[in-house]
């Protein structure tokens, strides 16, 4: 694990210190010894939960077959999602990932920083070359001449092997945020093209206001928690037209809303991120792929602002939320200039 500042660290001081590492890593481990939950109960109050006899511990085997066999058995594999070996179909209870950010975050590049101290040690063949093998990273980097494509097109052979070794009544879970639409639209289309669709999902806050790729940025200070299950699970919807969609999703998150209004603060964001999960929802319910476009996608989302005027009085006033409500409104003013400029070129192209 990198460290920062001085090695060993001063006082109390310096989150990225050997000394404030190493302490955190003991409450962890105690944590093993006695896990707990926590949560608020309908009165806003932080309940804490022991589980009785519980501990986060296990046996490590090496393979499938001993995982299976070995009570709290424990499996550690290294190597391509989208190539699962040693799992057989329909034998994995859940997944649980947190892909790319899309282009906001570029991994290898970062990592290279890392990559070079640690290859000096007896690590072999884990890192035999140079540098990071970017090759196959689900990203979009210009630089690199990763497109949305190859993002999309990644993502969806792990989802697709995902699906392959999920039981049937399985869960996918995986976190995302991101402000730009064309990310949230490869997340989809990965989604469906992977053989599943989003039946739940819920925002949480994740990332520190000082963190280098949120910092002064149009960022989400929340990510979504995105809950999906086969498509084969139950019947997909009807195709809808836009007005019938709108109505479906508005519909479910004034539901939402009953309790934000009473029990939680609501901004901007949140509701933004409530949004685009019901829209996620009921578009990954459509029939098929293709009747899931963009043109459908964007339509819908434009839709927002109605249902952003109709609840602004629950949101949080913007002077006590300055930041994060001038973020939203800029971030959303570039979508709809980058929607228009796109309309237009593909007017003047045809």
Known sequence: MPVENVVWGTAEEGAGTFVNCYRRYVRAKSYCRRPFDKYKDGYGRVQTVYPPGERVAGQLVSSFAELVQQPRGVWLHCGDSSHLTGLPDASVDFIITDPPYFDNIHYSELSNFFYVWLAQFDLAPHFSTSHVDAGQEAIVNLGMEKDEELFRAVLTDV?????????????????????????WWNVLQAIMGGGFRLVDYFPVVTEYKVNPHVRNKQALDMDLVLVCVHRSAEETNPLKQTVALYEQVAAAIRHKLNYEATYARLNENKLFLYYMGETLKVMSGLP?????SYELFSDLLQQYRRLLDEVEELLVPPERNTDTYTQCKQAWGEQLKLLEATVQYNIAAK
Request: proline share 3%; charged share 20%; no cysteine.
């Open 159 to 183: 989802f697709r092997e995902g699906a392959r070794v999920l039981k049937p009544q399985g869960l996918l879970i995986f976190t995302f945020h991101h402000t730009r639409w064309r990310a």
């Open 288 to 292: 098929t792929t293709n009747a899931a």
